[in-house]
């Protein structure tokens, strides 16, 4: 089975975003932490039984500190994940090599597969062992063929869905539990 796809600036972004999902949730969360916080630690001062003088002395340090950790939760929050999208498309524009939108063809034998890149800058021929793949992440637009922690070759899925269907088959009888699906939930 034979397949060609462009690794365009979306497909990068989109592979890079989604290595970074679980950072994205983790700051999200460490946000709301911190707007909780900030909440109950205003609560506590307007309501202990202290003087009005001692209130105002502590606020100048404390509302520093509370602007501070709002803007970080609110950076965490809402700023991360467009903050993650940007600098993926700077990495994208900022490569030679992926930049000029290079052509990949992927070529699934039975005992391995082979990998043929065509750019401005040459041509690339790779051939490689399933036993090599870490996993396969299908996603609603990719497959990402992982070969090392954060590394992956880009099969951007096209309109010819029997071809696609067939390649998705074929890698999870060769991978088994190393094949994922994570589709978006509509």
Same mark, same amino acid.
């Given at each position: 089975m034979e397949i060609s796809? @462009?690794?365009? #600036? =979306?497909?990068y972004t989109n592979y890079y975003y989604? &290595?970074?999902? #679980?950072?994205?949730? &983790? +700051?999200r969360i460490l946000g709301i932490i911190f707007l909780v916080g900030i909440?109950?630690?205003?609560?506590?001062?307007f309501t202990q039984n202290t003087s009005k003088q =001692?209130?105002? =002395?502590?606020? %100048?340090?404390?509302i520093g500190l509370a602007i501070v950790f709002g803007l970080l939760g609110l950076y965490m929050i809402f700023g991360y994940k467009p903050l993650t999208i940007k600098l993926a498309q700077k990495l994208y524009e900022s490569s030679?090599?992926?930049?000029? %939108?290079?052509?990949?063809? +992927?070529? +699934?034998? $039975?005992?391995? /597969? #082979?990998? &043929?890149?065509?750019?401005? /800058?040459?041509? %690339?021929?790779?051939?490689?062992?399933y036993e090599l793949i870490q996993r396969v992440i299908e996603t609603?637009?990719?497959?990402?063929?992982?070969?090392?922690t954060?590394?992956?070759?880009?099969?951007? #899925?096209? $309109?010819? @869905?029997?071809l696609i269907n067939k390649i998705t088959t074929h890698l999870r009888s060769k991978?088994? @539990?190393?094949?994922?699906l994570q589709l978006s939930k509509k």
């Open positions: 796809c @462009t690794l365009t #600036k =979306e497909a989604f &290595l970074q999902k #679980k950072t994205i949730k &983790l +700051f909440a109950l630690i205003t609560v506590a001062i =001692e209130i105002v =002395e502590d606020l %100048e340090i404390q030679v090599y992926m930049s000029c %939108e290079p052509i990949v063809t +992927f070529q +699934f034998n $039975e005992n391995n /597969y #082979k990998v &043929l890149t065509t750019s401005k /800058y040459g041509i %690339e021929d790779c051939t490689y062992s609603d637009t990719s497959l990402y063929i992982m070969i090392a954060n590394q992956a070759q880009i099969l951007t #899925k096209n $309109e010819d @869905t029997d991978l088994g @539990t190393k094949y994922a």
